[in-house]
């Protein structure tokens, strides 16, 4: 599972797409700056511990 951060950012959403296809990966949207962790720390931290949840 990954967050997936603006189309704005580093890498273009279908190369973030593209790469979480190919890891197995689930995408979770999330409307908040590059920061996500900074100024959205709600919806990160419900992600980490899904994913922690779901590798015990």
Known sequence: MGADRDPGQRHPRPAQE?????AGA????V?????ASI?????VAAV???VAKATR
């Not at 100024?39 to 919806?43: F, I, K, L, Q, Y």
């Open 18 to 22: 593209f790469m979480a296809e190919r």
């Open 26 to 29: 689930s995408v979770v949207r």
């Open 31 to 35: 409307a908040a700056s590059h920061a």
């Open 39 to 43: 100024s959205r720390p709600d919806a």
């Open 48 to 50: 980490i511990v899904e």
